[in-house]
């Protein structure tokens, strides 16, 4: 459909959200069952009922406007998704995980509050308040979902996914004083065996 007007603009943009919000119906169970935080599990979960419920408004906004609704494909939610699935696939299931899903999540409703913040107006400034207040129903929605994942990051997942990758740290610390002991104590040896009798041999050890 060319764009000629505000308001093709408007459909153009509604008709596009439509499938953003069909392509996350299918992305948010996956992301629910790869979360490892109840929290995180729940709150997919609860944005899945509520992604449902923004398709019926699109569907209601779209049929005010005297518009059936069409199928077109929104790539920009499909490359969200699609890198988002990625990087999820290369980490291992825990907190760390979890903090790469609210990376991808929080870029998702970025998206749907600049696209819905932008409807919302349009249909304002067309006289349409009636699809305005749908839309600006679901920008809510959107702003609380967004938040919610800042504040379950901030309450725990970050702080784990933090934490995990400090006791990995460790581990290396701790190896690492192994060796600087063992080497420290063969310097040692190396010293006493010098002044008390002759080394056996050199080490063939190459420092
Ligand atoms: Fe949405
Ligand atoms: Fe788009
Ligand atoms: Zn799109
Ligand atoms: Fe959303």
Request: net charge positive; glycine share 6%.
């Amino acid at each position: 459909m060319a764009v000629d007007s505000l308001r093709t603009h408007l459909v153009e943009e509604l008709t596009d959200l439509l499938d953003a919000e069909n392509q996350l119906t299918k992305a948010l169970p996956k992301m629910a069952k790869a979360a490892s935080s109840t929290q995180l599990k729940a709150a997919f979960t609860r944005h899945l009922a509520e992604t449902r419920k923004q398709i019926t408004r699109l569907d209601k906004a779209l049929r005010a406007l005297g518009e059936r609704p069409r199928r077109k494909t929104c790539e920009a939610m499909e490359g969200l998704i699609s890198e988002g699935d990625e990087m999820m696939n290369q980490t291992p299931a825990g907190a760390l995980r979890d903090a790469v899903m609210i990376t991808a999540a929080q870029k998702v409703e970025h998206y749907e509050m600049a696209s819905y913040g932008c409807v919302r107006t349009y249909a304002m400034v067309l006289g349409e308040p009636g699809v305005a207040r749908l839309l600006d129903q679901t920008l809510k929605e959107e702003k609380a979902a967004d938040g919610k994942l800042t504040a379950i990051a901030e309450r725990s997942v970050n702080e784990d996914a933090a934490e995990a990758w400090q006791a990995q740290d460790e581990e290396g610390m701790m190896s690492r004083g192994a060796e600087w002991v063992s080497s420290t104590f063969n310097a040692a040896a190396r010293q006493l065996g010098r002044t008390t009798r002759r080394p056996a041999r050199r080490s063939s050890k190459k420092r």
